[in-house]
């Protein structure tokens, strides 16, 4: 996948479609796709498609657009981290192909969606997406929607990133070469746009760490803001290696003294 930068930048999230069914060869290219996609955990996630009208899904923010994708996957370790990361590896490929998408957790009968996945007691759901073209206007429930989720800001740099420890942000200048690769972290999509990443940076080593909002996490669904830590590894791994740098993925914490309500997630060291 190329053009990290631009695809990360042009997209965002669509509940409006405009009716048409997707190629051939765009369904063919998103079936390969998504049966390749790997995570630095090694775990697996299953994609399927989905048909809202021949298997009877509900979901009411979606319109114009009866084709979903589902994925799920076992219940086991760092297993949030590693659905995000690949579900996002999906969008972004998704993106490429000029088809749109939205995270969706909430706004759907789950039940339906979990039949259609053929979800087992020892495996988890957590998201679907609708595929389709993105209608030429918005439908008024999604422009509400979009602005009480503030969807198209992000919390500033130094708000999001740090230089050594959590006493001291990281400013764009400092950041140097990462930065570009940061500012692909910052607008990294996540649940009602919470933004829950921090990230501290010391020498090569680039540390991800959670900082909790609310509790955002249930037994069917699994831990929402830990996704979003998958999207935003996601993100600081595609667009590292668009401007040439090596991301050696660990998860070897580093004992940083941290804010309240926040826990390491995982770390990227860096050569050339």
């Not at 001291?168 to 649940?191: D, F, I, Q, Y």
């Not at 935003?232 to 940083?256: M, Q, T, V, W, Y």
Request: a negative charge.
């Amino acid at each position: 996948m190329e053009h990290i930068e631009e695809l990360v930048r042009s997209r965002r999230s669509v509940r409006t479609f405009d009716g048409r069914e997707i190629s051939k060869e765009n369904m063919e290219k998103l079936s390969s796709f998504m049966e390749n996609i790997e995570n630095p955990y090694g775990i697996p996630i299953e994609f399927r498609f989905l048909n809202a009208k021949e298997q009877g899904l509900g979901c009411p923010v979606v319109s114009g657009t009866n084709l979903f994708i589902g994925a799920k996957t076992q219940r086991e370790g760092y297993v949030e981290e590693a659905y995000g990361y690949s579900f996002e590896m999906l969008v972004l490929y998704a993106q490429s192909l000029g088809i749109g998408t939205v995270w969706i957790g909430g706004t759907m009968d789950r039940g339906s969606f979990e039949r259609a996945m053929e979800l087992s007691e020892n495996e988890i759901m957590p998201c679907v997406s609708p595929l389709g073209y993105t209608a030429k206007k918005m439908s008024i429930k999604e422009g509400i929607m979009r602005k009480a989720i503030k969807a198209d800001s992000r919390l500033p740099f130094e708000k999001l990133f740090f230089d050594g420890s959590f006493d001291t942000p990281l400013t764009e200048e400092k950041a140097g070469k990462l930065a570009k690769v940061l500012e692909l972290v910052r607008w990294s999509p996540s649940a009602v746009n919470k933004q829950p990443w921090r990230v501290v940076v010391d020498d090569n080593a680039v540390h991800f760490y959670i900082k909790r909002n609310k509790p955002m996490s249930s037994t069917s669904v699994g831990d929402i803001q830990k996704i979003d830590l998958g999207i935003a590894l996601c993100h600081f791994a595609l667009a590292a290696k668009e401007n040439g740098l090596i991301a050696s993925f660990n998860l070897n914490d580093p004992k940083i003294s941290t804010e309240p309500d926040t826990e390491y997630i995982a770390s990227y060291l860096l050569s050339e």
